[in-house]
């Protein structure tokens, strides 16, 4: 049996020793007379609070997501909050909660430490998609929130998001302060668990239905709705919480065809049915489509655990399901938006969207073709949600997205937002048809317009102590020494997030970039492709993003003209000898 290290012996000691409740003990016995190994990956470590909170995998120990881990961060949060709102009669959180195993038990040690803490918390009674946690700190006027979820992870992980009064999530300088208070809780015996009842309300129908009404009213095109009611929709929840508003918001639409897949309609968070509850990947979404096939559907969407992302899939000109990826999905959706504010009046000069550094540029054309701005912001939503609170009173936000899945219309949300996204995509759907096309000849129609865009994303895993500095090698040499030619194209600009500069390699003139410090390098090529280098900022990989692009003479050719985007980006990759 494999020896134990002093300091993980000690720091178990401690949670021995100390004030922790018994079964909690008698499983870390366990871990120190059956398996070693688990008990170091425990306690080598604190599970780290981001800048996002906290994400990890539940059991017992520093480095595990527990009743303790939560209520330090919780205690932590709760400081910073009173150190920020000292003239607040009564500092307001809501608590929001997903599918996930042990979800509910977490949001409610949250909500007693809170309330100890004589904070008012608005607690929901069951689970709700993190987007309408972000929605319900607007409308109660709060301070902050958290959702208990670790969207999209494997099973064995749960986490905790926190939000700003905004209603995004925390960015400079709360995400920073808020470790740092976090940090200060070194000891469980600074944690108040006892929780004053008096201070927790429960909430849930109320709210629901003023957030849904908020969703109806984003709706474009009732006529075309109207006129399309029947079309064919198959919905899967992935046994996470947009089970119930998902259904509920695409009826109050006006939509009267929707089938759900029942078996995932079940909220689990052993996720029974799904290897993985991410809809990026094509296997979550198997068991919709089949039902699809059954129908004979005319749409497919799957939303993740905690409801802010969503997977689609369309049928292609041979009757068959086709995945769509997030640049495709958001392309789609902007497309349609920018086109109905035109239609309806509703451009007068001041509208923007928001769209991330490593999502396609296709969004950006389509935006500056109609006078639209467009902005670009860093990867993670509370980026784009910081842009709309900058320019509040000032411009109009009409909808921004990220490549992962994740996209927003409106603006009284401040995360990415999946119910909103399948009311949406379902009203393009139903304006499309309207106009005798579907979402895959839309799409096609926008390549042929703009240029066919593709963007691919390649992932390099790097573990251990010498894959992180072999990834910490690979950022050093692409920017102390970058190609001058990729795939026989001259690169034209470089930006690097990480000194803030972008630069003119062939005039040499260098411009800032007005963004915050981030470790990402782009390299714009002369024949319009875009690759982005970034490490993985929560696993031990490189991420490189491929984004080239051609003319589409005609509809006709789209089939030849993927084959050679795909060859192009096959030849970059090979170029750069990344396999």
């Known amino acids: 049996m494999k020896e134990i290290d002093k300091t993980t012996l000690q720091k178990s000691q401690i949670w021995l020793d100390g004030n922790y409740d018994e079964d909690t003990k008698k499983q870390i016995k366990n871990l120190i007379a059956n398996h070693p190994e688990e008990l170091t990956e425990s306690f080598y470590q604190d599970l780290e609070f981001g800048t996002g909170g906290l994400r990890g995998i539940m059991g017992v120990g520093t480095n595990r997501m527990n009743k303790y881990t939560v209520g330090m961060a919780t205690q932590g949060l709760a400081n910073y909050l009173i150190?920020?709102?000292?003239?607040?009669?009564?500092?307001?959180?809501?608590?929001?909660?997903?599918?996930?195993n042990n979800s509910r038990y977490f949001a409610q040690i949250t909500a007693d430490v809170f309330s100890a803490n004589n904070i008012k918390v608005y607690l929901f009674e069951d689970l709700r998609p993190t987007p309408v946690l972000s929605f319900t700190i607007r409308q109660l006027s709060c301070q902050s929130g958290i959702v208990i979820?670790?969207?999209h992870n494997p099973k064995e992980y749960n986490g905790y998001k926190v939000y700003w009064n905004d209603g995004g999530q925390l960015v400079s300088p709360h995400d920073v302060n808020v470790i740092k208070e976090v940090q200060k809780i070194t000891d469980i015996s600074n944690v108040k668990f006892k929780p004053l009842k008096e201070n927790i309300s429960i909430i849930g129908e109320d709210i629901d239905k003023i957030y849904i009404s908020k969703v109806k009213a984003l709706s474009l095109s009732p006529k075309s709705i109207n006129n399309q009611k029947n079309i064919k929709i198959v919905y899967t929840a992935l046994h996470g919480s947009g089970v119930n508003l998902v259904p509920r918001s695409l009826k109050e639409f006006g939509f009267?065809?929707?089938?759900s897949v029942k078996e995932q309609d079940v909220s689990d968070g052993n996720f029974p049915t799904i290897k993985s509850p991410n809809p990026e990947?094509?296997?979550a979404l198997t068991m919709a489509i089949e039902k699809a096939k059954s129908i004979d559907a005319d749409l497919v969407m799957a939303t993740d655990p905690d409801a802010d992302r969503v997977g689609i899939a369309v049928k292609n000109n041979n009757n068959e399901f086709i995945l769509l990826n997030g640049n495709q999905t958001a392309t789609l959706l902007i497309y349609y938006l920018i086109a109905q504010w035109k239609t309806n009046n509703k451009l007068i000069g001041k509208e923007y969207i928001v769209k991330t550094i490593v999502t396609t540029e296709l969004?950006?054309?389509?935006?500056?073709?109609?006078?639209?701005?467009?902005f670009d912001v860093l990867t993670g939503f509370k980026f784009i949600a910081d842009i709309i609170k900058q320019n509040e009173g000032k411009k109009t936000f009409i909808g921004g997205g990220e490549e992962s899945y994740g996209y927003l219309i409106g603006d009284f949300v401040r995360d990415k937002d999946a119910v909103i996204s399948c009311s949406m995509i379902a009203e393009t759907a139903a304006w499309a048809a309207d106009n005798g096309k579907t979402l895959y000849n839309l799409l096609i129609d926008i390549y042929t317009e703009f240029g066919f865009y593709k963007e691919s994303l390649l992932s390099i895993t790097k573990k251990g102590k010498e894959g992180a500095e072999e990834i910490q090698k690979m950022m050093k040499e692409y920017r102390s020494n970058p190609p001058k030619i990729i795939n026989n194209s001259e690169i034209i600009l470089i930006k690097d997030y990480q000194t803030q500069k972008e630069k003119n390699p062939i005039s040499g003139k260098e411009k800032k970039i007005l963004l915050?410090?981030?470790?990402?390098?782009?390299?714009f090529l002369s024949d319009n492709s875009k690759i982005t280098i970034?490490?993985?900022?929560?696993?031990?990989?490189?991420?490189?993003?491929?984004?080239?692009?051609l003319a589409l003479q005609s509809k006709e050719l789209f089939n030849n003209t993927n084959e050679m985007l795909d060859k192009k980006i096959n030849d970059i990759i090979a170029s750069m000898n990344l396999k």
């Open 256 to 259: 009267t065809n929707i089938t």
């Open 363 to 374: 969004l950006k054309e389509i935006a500056l073709k109609s006078k639209v701005e467009c």
């Open 83 to 100: 150190k920020m709102f000292p003239n607040e009669k009564k500092i307001k959180v809501a608590i929001a909660f997903d599918s996930r």
């Open 281 to 283: 990947e094509s296997a």
């Open 149 to 151: 979820t670790a969207s």
């Open 516 to 523: 915050p410090k981030s470790n990402v390098l782009q390299f």
């Open 534 to 549: 970034r490490p993985s900022g929560t696993e031990p990989k490189i991420k490189f993003y491929f984004g080239v692009k």
